[in-house]
């Protein structure tokens, strides 16, 4: 993930108990609550049980993906917005804490040594220091992202954010203009801006996004593109699960799961007159996927799996969509061996996949360099 910021500029201070502005609250009370469905969950875990190793996750995901499973079977998706257990690595919100470890026998170790009143004490000025850090980064990242929002909008003055982005109680959430936002809406903002600036929002009726984490580019997508009919987002289990249930709060989404397709032997993509359909879809749904798309979207997300994934998934692009693509990645991708990977998915790999299809390769500059330290170097616009 790619989101600098800048922790300057913040009177937070651990030892205020001034009445803080409102917009320093949680938004509970403001937004839908967003709903768990184990039955749903369950389904997409015997579906990436049965799929084969190309659609499911690799060994970089591995680790999250367990960690984010036994975080669900803890706490579940209520207050998914503020925990970054849940979120970490591919969306923001909450305080960062330290995960526990998975083993009861270690958790408990360390549960009792937490007990002792010497080690409780230094936890509890651990945990307020630190949280008044959190404060002070979140005010920085909103203020970061109102700057964002009043560049973007001086080129998209029609700009129109569908109601429900901070839903499920976003702790970050600000208001903007009237509407309710998260920081890190404003930085996918930016990225997509800088799409549109290119190429007119009346050329893309419907995208295709493998690895779109909790969804927040859809969003971004729909304030920017009022031509926008179809989205068909691509993620793994469980990241599609906890990305469906925050899209399902979101009025303006028509939004087709994972259960209505599941035993579909082929889903045709039906754009509807007005509004936007989209489909979540577990990778191995992908095959089944017939109709034409315009463009597909990957930010940060082939980097982190194998080569082989991604020829695979460009297969099943190159058969759907027919006008580009826009890709974000590191230069050099990960580094060898991060989290298990075999070998590094690099920038030049992913522009020479594509090209078979999208020979025009182009780097884009704009907001998302200007404003949140992003490089023109890591993105590439390639089209026929
Ligand atoms: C670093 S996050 C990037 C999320 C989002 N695109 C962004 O820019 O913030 C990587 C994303 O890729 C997804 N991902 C990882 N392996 C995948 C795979 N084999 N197929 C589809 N998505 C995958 C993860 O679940 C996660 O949503």
């Known amino acids: 993930m790619n989101q600098n910021v800048s922790t300057a500029g913040s009177d937070t201070t651990a030892q205020s108990k001034a009445p803080v502005r409102s917009e320093l609250t949680a938004s509970d009370g403001r937004t839908k609550a967003i709903a768990d469905d184990p039955a749903l969950l369950s389904m997409m875990v015997q579906g990436a049980q049965q799929s084969g190793p190309l659609w499911i996750a690799t060994p970089y995901w591995q680790g999250y993906r367990d960690r984010i499973l036994r975080e669900i079977a803890r706490t579940g998706v209520r207050g998914m917005r503020n925990n970054q257990i849940l979120l970490k690595g591919f969306a923001f919100g909450g305080m960062p804490r330290p995960e526990l470890p998975a083993t009861p026998f270690k958790r408990a170790v360390w549960q009792m040594l937490a007990a002792f009143p010497g080690v409780r004490r230094i936890l509890a000025e ?4 630190f949280a008044a850090e959190y404060e002070r980064h979140k005010a920085a990242r909103r203020n970061l992202a109102r700057v964002a929002m009043d560049e973007v909008a001086k080129t998209f003055p029609d700009l129109k954010p569908p109601p429900g982005i901070a839903n499920g109680g976003a702790d970050d959430a600000f208001s903007w203009r009237g509407h309710l936002l998260v920081p890190a809406y404003a930085m996918y903002l930016t990225r997509i801006a800088d799409f549109y600036a290119r ?55 028509d939004l087709v799961d994972y259960r209505e397709m599941r035993d579909h032997v082929s889903i045709s993509i039906e754009a509807p007159e007005d509004g936007l359909r989209l489909y979540q879809m577990a990778p191995w749904q992908l095959p089944k996927l017939e109709g034409q798309i ?70 884009i500059d704009g907001f998302w360099p200007r404003l949140y330290g992003g490089s023109a170097d890591l993105t590439r616009l390639m089209t026929k």
């Open 126 to 129: 651990h945990n307020r220091v």
């Open 199 to 253: 190429v007119p929002p009346a050329e893309v009726t419907s995208i295709l996004e493998i690895g779109p984490g909790l969804g927040l580019s859809t969003l971004a997508h729909m304030t920017l593109n009022p031509h926008l009919r179809v989205v068909a987002n691509v993620d793994i289990v469980p990241v599609l699960y906890l990305s469906t249930q925050f899209l399902r709060t979101i009025e303006a989404v």
């Open 294 to 363: 315009d463009y597909f979207f990957n930010a940060f997300s082939f980097q982190e799996m194998e080569e082989e994934i991604v020829r695979n998934y460009a297969a099943e692009i190159f058969r759907l969509v027919d006008k580009g693509a826009l890709i974000h990645s590191m230069a050099t991708g990960h580094k060898p061996g991060a989290g298990g990977q075999r070998a590094p998915v690099t920038l030049e790999f992913l522009t020479e996949v594509f090209s078979e299809k999208w020979p025009r390769a182009r780097p």
